[in-house]
């Protein structure tokens, strides 16, 4: 009886060795900013290569094609994990109970209002009444921010003047013809108008205080103990994972930026408060959806 618990035993070993290896867990990543797989892969495929080794997960690109896809991809449990906007992030949270991870620090990510130096607007209080363009509607830095910027000059959101929306180099040109008085924007756009329009000269009207940073955050269906990997990598390797990240010149945007990996919600009231700004007060759809 012995010999044949031996070889059984023996046997069952066999057998277990030949199993293959238990897979790593997997996690599902999508970045509202990047449409398509392909670019995916272009821009932060070093990024996920970086990540995956450091934290021992699997990380699988979930494509999608803007902040709606990417929120009813989560509510759908077909991602896990999203890299988002602070604007991005209320909505999440209000409608998903989506929680903040780590965010990542965009160096002097700051809102202003910008219009043509021979347009001698000089204050707020020369803007009432005008038209000024906010670029992307729902965007903190060109929407939310610079309409900050105004309400705390005493203007009303679209009773003491005009918003329009309009891409950055289109508004530029409608400020030359006349047709719009200022711009809503961040610190890169005004650095890649004033390439783009080499012989016009910019005048920032009112520059906002720094903005709250782009966030990593989890659906509340991921467990805790892989939230905590994943914020525990950042927070251990998160050198590597910039320098992979930056290696894209699509991100360039982050370079010399940071991880903060105990961030919380109450960072992001700020945004809230943005909102209310701009006649907002329930945060469960994206503006202009």
Sequence with gaps: MKRYWL????????????????????????????????TLQRDFGAFRDVLAKE????????????????????????VDFVLTGPAEYVVFNARLKAQPV????????????????????????DLKGKKISFGEIGSTSQHLGPATILAEEGLVYSTDYEPVFLKVNAAVEAMIAGDIAAIG???????????????????????????PNDVLLASDKVKPE??????????????A?????????????????????D?????????????????????????GN
Aim: net charge negative; hydrophobic share 45%.
């Design 102 to 125: 780590v965010s990542w620090v965009r160096p002097d990510y700051y809102p202003q209002v910008v219009s043509l130096e021979t347009a001698k607007i000089t204050s707020a209080a």
């Design 7 to 38: 070889s059984f035993l023996i046997l069952a070993f066999a057998a277990l060795a030949t199993l293959p290896a238990a897979a790593a867990d997997k996690i599902r990543l999508a970045i509202t900013d990047v449409d398509g797989l392909e």
């Design 55 to 78: 934290s021992g997960l699997e990380v699988e690109f979930f494509p999608v094609s803007g902040r709606t896809a990417a929120v009813e991809a989560m509510a759908a449990d077909q």
């Design 241 to 261: 994972l910039l320098a992979a990240i930056t290696s894209a010149e699509e991100n360039a945007k982050y370079l010399g930026g940071s991880f903060v990996a």
């Design 185 to 211: 924007m961040n610190r890169t756009h005004l650095e890649r108008i004033t390439k783009n329009f080499p012989t016009q000269k910019f005048y920032v009207i009112r520059k906002g205080p720094e903005l």
């Design 226 to 239: 892989t939230i905590e990997i994943v914020r525990k990598t950042f927070a251990e390797k998160g050198p």
């Design 263 to 287: 961030v919380t919600d109450a960072n992001y009231d700020v945004v809230r408060k943005m909102y209310t700004n701009v006649g907002i007060t329930e945060f469960t759809q994206f503006i």
